[in-house]
């Protein structure tokens, strides 16, 4: 479930570009190695985006890549 952060312990540089990419529709990840701040990030672009219905998916213990069925079966179970 989703945990609402009120303290943030870091604060994307380019935030404004981030956003404008996402109400255009981009479809955004976020990765890099454990620690480097990717679930802080999504949590405060997250909160910048208030106006939206924001859903927070962790696909940490990976999902099935092949076939496509098993993909989307996978992930659907992610989001439970």
């Not at 570009?17 to 255009?24: D, G, K, P, Y």
């Not at 890099?32 to 997250?46: A, D, E, I, V």
Request: charged share 15%; proline share 4%; hydrophobic share 40%.
């Amino acid at each position: 479930s989703l945990v609402e952060h009120d303290l943030y312990f870091f604060v994307p540089p380019q935030i404004n570009q981030l956003l404008s990419l996402i109400e255009s529709g981009s479809y955004i990840m976020f990765q890099g190695k454990k620690g480097s701040g990717k679930t802080t990030r999504c949590y405060y672009t997250m909160n910048m985006l208030a106006q939206y219905t924001c859903i927070f998916v962790s696909l940490q213990g990976g999902v099935a890549k092949n076939p496509a069925t098993d993909f989307w079966t996978s992930f659907g179970a992610k989001m439970k």
